[in-house]
């Protein structure tokens, strides 16, 4: 939506045509990753989502079980099943 590939939904566009300003104002590149290469971040936005409030990891230890194993299998790239 953002690059103006899809079809920006009318609930949307005001946000959208922000961003899309403060792009053009600014040197930002921007490059479509799949979730199955981001796993930890998705894990991470869900966990916002239901929490349904603002979450936040300082350290390691902190993330919840599952983003740890998350980023370890990334980290020695081990494909997560």
Do not use: C
Not at 35 to 63: D, M, V
């Amino acid at each position: 939506m953002i690059r103006q590939n899809w079809r920006i939904p009318w609930a949307l566009a005001e946000r959208i045509e922000e961003i899309q300003r403060i792009m053009n104002s600014l040197s930002i590149q921007m490059d479509h990753v799949f979730r199955e290469a981001n796993q930890l971040a998705n894990f991470i936005i869900n966990e916002t989502i239901n929490q349904e409030g603002k979450l936040q990891y300082l350290s390691f230890s902190q993330l919840p079980s599952k983003a740890r194993r998350i980023l370890n299998m990334d980290k020695h790239q081990i494909p997560l099943e």
